[in-house]
């Protein structure tokens, strides 16, 4: 839909009052977290999309800080489960107990009944663990029982996990990933950083941080994210990057056919058009340039490409596949 100049520059000037308060959030994160720049912007894309968000790194990059620190920031509830083999799906959405006085049983929520959930290492936990959440990341309500309950709004899944550990994990179902709006890898910080963190540690506590973000705000700021403006040329370019995944040879890369056994979802598509916006006003601007579709293509896709055994063999990863994609496909 076409927009007057005068609607543009009224929701131009709304995202940048906006993205100073997000502006405000993210510097408070980085008080207690130093680089790791792209985690800390997918986080608050996944807050504006009211989407959930899985964070892959090895040990010890502060992806459980990260997260932790948000729930800090935002005027929300928080909750933390550290997810293990033993975990049973009653400790996590909750179950029916007894009332002996009233000689009925009745619904006892569990933690899953917040607005920001931290599930930690959520592989550790077996698959009727992991599935658990299914209900709770889609339709944003548990059933206990007989009944039904919603979920706080906004209810947001961040969760962690360890690829290089394979002792004791449970790979996520795929159904299940393809319910993450985008999966995030945290690297090794470079070394100007690492020395910054050593220094920051020998200096002793952290320091603290405020609530800067309310809920009213983030529920504001989430439904101006459904005005920011994407071109005709732009939501073409989205599509042909999704059915890339799917038709390589569409494209022109005929090589890639042999390397993807499943290609992303429709619900990629839309993660594109949600991430993308959310980008763009998070840099103050009010419309989607192609740049904000490229910056969050591999977060977007890299979960929702399943490789083939010929890919496994030859040591292709999707990071791969979606960087070949992204140079083939010309930008509008």
């Not at 839909?1 to 520059?9: H, L, N, R």
């Not at 940048?16 to 405000?24: D, F, I, T």
């Not at 599935?131 to 962690?160: K, N, W």
């Not at 904000?292 to 040591?315: F, G, P, S």
Request: hydrophobic share 45%.
């Amino acid at each position: 839909m076409a927009q007057s100049e005068t609607d543009v520059q009224r929701l131009n000037e709304a995202v940048r009052e906006e993205s100073v308060q997000l502006q405000a959030a993210t510097a408070e994160i980085r008080k207690v977290i130093v680089g790791q720049a792209a985690l800390i912007d997918r986080m608050v894309v996944a807050l504006l999309c009211r989407g959930h968000l899985l964070v892959e790194g090895v040990p010890g990059l502060a992806k459980t800080l990260a997260v932790k620190t948000l729930g800090q920031v935002l005027d929300l509830s928080f909750s933390r489960i550290q997810f293990t083999p033993d975990l049973l799906p009653a400790d996590l959405v909750g179950t029916m107990i007894f009332n002996a006085k009233t000689g009925e049983f009745v619904a006892r929520k569990g933690p899953v009944f917040t607005n920001v959930l931290l599930a930690d290492e959520i592989n550790r936990a077996p698959a009727k663990v992991q599935s658990a959440l299914l209900e709770a990341m889609q339709e944003r309500q548990v059933t206990i029982g007989e009944a039904s309950h919603p979920l706080p709004d906004p209810f947001l899944v961040f969760a962690t996990q360890n690829p290089i550990e394979q002792e004791g994990t449970y790979p996520l179902p795929e159904a299940q990933v393809d319910r993450f709006l985008l999966k995030a890898k945290v690297d090794y910080p470079e070394r100007a950083e690492e020395r910054a963190i050593l220094d920051r540690m020998l200096a002793g506590e952290p320091p603290a941080v405020g609530r800067v973000l309310r809920r009213d705000a983030i529920l504001r700021i989430a439904r101006l994210v459904l005005d920011v403006y994407v071109d005709e040329r732009l939501r073409d370019y989205m599509v042909t990057l999704v059915r890339a995944t799917r038709a390589p040879r569409d494209v022109d890369l005929p090589d890639l056919a042999h390397l993807i056994a499943y290609g992303a979802s429709p619900r990629a598509t839309l993660a594109f058009s949600n991430a993308a916006r959310a980008v763009a006003l998070l840099r103050g601007r009010g419309f989607v340039i192609p740049e904000d579709v490229k910056e969050i293509a591999h977060d977007v896709l890299r979960h929702r490409i399943l490789l083939t055994y010929e890919a496994e063999a030859e040591h292709v990863t999707t990071d791969e596949i979606v960087d070949r994609i992204l140079d083939r496909v010309e930008v509008p």
